[in-house]
């Protein structure tokens, strides 16, 4: 029997209990994807032993044809060591951050006198790159701070010593105006511009506080040597500081060091926004899309973008601000979801940053891609309302009636996800007496499948109810008459907490508030609802013309049309002279409705 067993069958059975990282392969032994695990055997054996829900998971296991795995002592380790092989390998079926351009940096240079200027080139020469800055006004704010507060050289030219000492070079312009105190001539010690250097680099990563505190140390001295022109461009340095740090982000004094990273977690992506504090600062921050491969959870996607983003902004935070806890196992770092106060603002305004990042994409993508964006959106629903086909035909009903009188139903059609205003339908009610609103719903329901089958159109793959649980009912029993239960999917809204309620469920769903799928669901809704009462509003105002002009004597159908098609509106005949009416229906009837008024 063992002799049958393939070799990844036979593998399976003697993975380890251990913590590790595990490869798949496929038929050419390409990696196509890397997982951790807290304990193999477990979790590898998890893709085999049961039917995979997912479609993508299901595609994968279908090409593993090969599996190799490292046992390693802690998760932390597994984590680190399966960051790694993402990095080196891209397996296909991983989730990768998407950068859809480069982002700036800001270099300093290694050289003699080193020049500090932005670049979205990364040469790997021994010079210090800070970044990356995806806004790129505040970089160039900092480039200005930076060129008010120190002078720098901004040519290129080898400042070696050698070449200084032969005098191979004359100061430029940037000299004679100030911008420059001429190092290529001699004019400028090295170890003074490499101090500034120094304090330069303090400010690009973050450590604004720091700075300012030696700054005004060294004010002190040079105002106690009484050298008081020094100790005053120093005094304006620290008053440059305290204002840039004044127009940041500034959260609290209270705040030290932190980082903050919330997700936004869609069907077949994700959106994550990092920021990092420093001295209550908000000094990097950094939003980007996450493609997702296998449907994988908010702590999966956070476990591999937020040990990315550590190491990409260097960061040596000990605390790490979420909007929902999860265990990352990274040591001496503290997940922490703040209830109140400043990280909780922090947190809000993370969250804020993924949310326009997400409806920029979106715009983005409408504009770029408006078919793909539609389907998008229909996967989402799809996903969302437990549907077994991709819902390009959706219809939502919604009754009008104001006690009981010109009760009315509005049928709104959607296609694609978007609006088919030229089928959007009316209903004026005909077999039900009184406010019953089920049995309207049950009547309207009932008619409109009725002649679709009769005319032989397609039928929905989602109706939508307007109501609760009743409504739903009602409109379930129209589509038992006409055996089409269980053959297209239904729902019911309730407009109070917005729950989704579906047949034989005795509880609603509530869907994620931001979700595109709701958002669309609430659009029918509302659009059903505006249809149906502006038809509703005009045949109120129709019924209480008509009863207002024939409770006139003398005055009929006739009369009524000729005066409303000349005058419009009641008022407007209400108020008309005798000789307006009589021109249009004669003395006699004239007279009669000029009595209107008595």
């Known amino acids: 029997m063992s002799e049958e067993l393939t070799d990844l069958q036979l593998k399976l059975r003697t993975l380890p209990e251990k913590p590790g990282v595990y490869q798949y392969f496929d038929r050419n032994d390409v990696i196509i994807y890397v997982g951790k695990a807290k304990n193999l055997k477990k979790r590898v054996s998890s893709y085999f032993n049961k039917t995979q829900d997912n479609y993508k998971t299901h595609v994968l296991v279908r090409q593993i044809v090969r599996m190799e795995y490292t046992v390693v002592e802690t998760e932390l380790d597994a984590l680190l060591l399966e960051n790694n092989l993402i990095k080196k390998y891209q397996p296909k079926y991983n989730i990768q951050l998407k950068d859809d351009k480069t982002y700036p940096w800001i270099c300093i240079k290694k050289e003699a006198f080193p020049r500090v200027f932005s670049t979205r080139r990364i040469i790997r020469d021994g010079s210090e790159y800070f970044g990356p800055y995806p806004s790129g006004k505040v970089m160039h704010t900092l480039l200005d701070l930076i060129k008010e507060l120190y002078t720098l050289r901004t040519c290129a030219l080898d400042l070696s010593r050698e070449k200084i000492a032969r005098e191979k070079y004359k100061v430029c312009l940037e000299y004679h105006i100030g911008n420059c105190k001429g190092a290529c001539a001699g004019h400028q010690v090295e170890s003074a511009y490499l101090e500034e250097v120094e304090q330069i680099r303090q400010l690009l ?13 060294r004010m002190k001295e040079q105002a106690s040597a009484y050298l008081f022109e020094e100790a005053q461009e120093t005094k304006l340095k620290i008053e440059s500081l305290e204002k840039y740090r004044a127009k940041s982000t500034v959260v609290s004094s209270s705040v030290k060091r932190v980082d903050v990273c919330t997700l936004l977690n869609e069907q077949d992506r994700a959106f994550v926004n990092y920021l990092s504090v420093h001295d209550g600062a908000i000094v990097h921050a950094y939003t980007a899309e996450v493609s997702k491969k296998l449907d994988e959870s908010r702590e999966e996607i956070l476990s591999y973008v937020l040990p990315e983003l550590l190491e990409r902004f260097e960061s040596n935070t000990k605390e790490v601000l979420t909007d929902e806890a999860f265990d990352l196992g990274l040591e001496n770092i503290t ?6 106060g400043d990280k909780k603002e922090l947190v809000a305004l993370s969250k804020r940053n993924t949310l326009y990042y997400k409806q920029e994409k979106q715009k983005q993508e409408k504009i770029k891609d408006p078919e793909r964006h539609s389907k998008r959106i229909m996967e989402q629903i799809k996903q969302d309302f437990r549907l077994k086909e991709l819902p390009e035909h959706m219809e939502c009903f919604d009754n009008s009636n104001i006690q009981g009188t010109n009760a009315v139903s509005a049928c709104v059609v959607f296609k694609n996800g978007k609006p088919s205003k030229k089928d959007y339908r009316h209903f004026n009610v005909k077999t039900v007496e009184g406010p019953d609103d089920f049995a309207t719903m049950e009547e309207v329901v009932y008619r409109r499948y009725k002649r679709l089958i009769d005319e032989q159109q397609s039928l929905p793959q989602l109706i939508i109810i307007d109501g609760g649980k009743g409504q739903l009912g009602a409109a379930l029993n129209a589509l038992e008459k006409l055996d089409l239960r269980g053959k297209v999917a239904i729902c019911g809204i309730a407009k109070r907490l917005e729950e989704i309620f579906f047949p034989g469920d005795s509880l609603p769903i509530y869907i ?16 059903a609802h505006r249809f149906g009462i502006t038809h509703h509003r005009n045949k109120r105002s129709k019924s209480s013309l008509t009863s207002a002009l024939l409770d006139i004597p003398g005055i009929g159908p006739k009369t009524q049309q000729e005066l409303m098609k000349a005058f419009k509106t009641v008022s407007a005949i209400q108020h008309a002279t005798l000789e307006e009416l009589t021109a249009i229906i004669g003395l006699a009837k004239a007279r009669l409705v000029k009595g209107m008024d008595n």
Request: glycine share 2%; net charge positive; proline share 3%.
């Open 335 to 340: 997940i922490t979801v703040p209830q109140r």
């Open 205 to 217: 990563k973050g450590n604004i506080q720091s700075l300012i505190s030696m700054l005004k140390t």
């Open 512 to 527: 994620d508030k931001r979700s595109e799928s709701l958002k669309v669901i609430q659009f029918m809704r509302n659009e």
